[in-house]
C-alpha cells in the first residue's frame, strides 16, 4: 500500500498570499496524483489529476507540480473561498487508492 | 448535469447490516466505473470499494473485505454497498463517487453528498 503523507497540516495564510501544500508518496505514483478541495460540510471537489492538469472549472490561480513521490499545490494568490482542507490521492498503484491526511488552509 | 444521490444512512448496533444506495443521473451510468469512499467524522478520506462499469470485477479495501458487498443495476442507474458485521470504526459519511472517463486513470471527478453511518450500541 502506498502512504500519502500532506504537509504542512495547517497552513495559516492571509488572503492574496501564496500557499505551497505538500505530498509525498512512500514510493513512486508517477504522475498519477489528484488533488482535491473540500470545504465545511461539502463533498471533496477535484482540482487537478495527472498532477498538473486542472479540471474543468478550477480557477488557474491553483497549479500542481511534481512527479515521482513529491508533488506540490500552489494557490498562486488566495481567495476567500479558497480557505478550506485539500487532500491528494494517488491512483498509480491499487488497490487501495489512497489519500494523504490533509492540509487544511486557514485565514491568518 | 451529474447527479450522485446517496441514501441507506442511519444508525445500527454493532454486528449488524446496512445497505447504502446511489442514484445516478446526468450521466451514462453503465459507461462508468464507481466507487465508495468513506469519511470518519473529522477524519480524511479512505477509500472502501469499486466497481467496474459492467459489474464485474469489484475491488475492496482490505479493512471491509469479507463484510461489504458492492453492486449496481445499470438498468435503474443505481449502485449499492452492502455492509455486514459492523463494526464501530465503519462509522463514517459514505460517499458515491464517479471515477473519471479517462479509463485507467482512477481519480474521482463527482462525488455525491454522502450519506452518514453510525455504528453504536
Redesign the interface.
Known sequence: EIAMTQSPATLSVSPGERATLSCRASQSVSSKLAWYQQKPGQAPRLLIYGASTRATGTPARFSGSGSGTEFTLTISSLQSEDFAVYYCQQYNNWPPLTFGGGTKVEIK | EVQLVESGGGLVQPGGSLRLSCAASGFTFSDYWM?WVRQAPGK????VS?ISNDGSNP????SVKGRFTISRDNAKNTMDLQMNSLRVEDTALY?CVRE?PDRG??????????TLVTVSS
Do not use: E, M, N
Request: aromatic fraction near 36%; glycine fraction near 14%.
Open positions: 466507487h480524511g478520506l479512505v477509500w469499486r475491488k475492496y479495501a482490505d460517499y473519471s486513470t482512477y481519480y474521482f471527478d463527482y462525488w455525491g453528498q454522502g
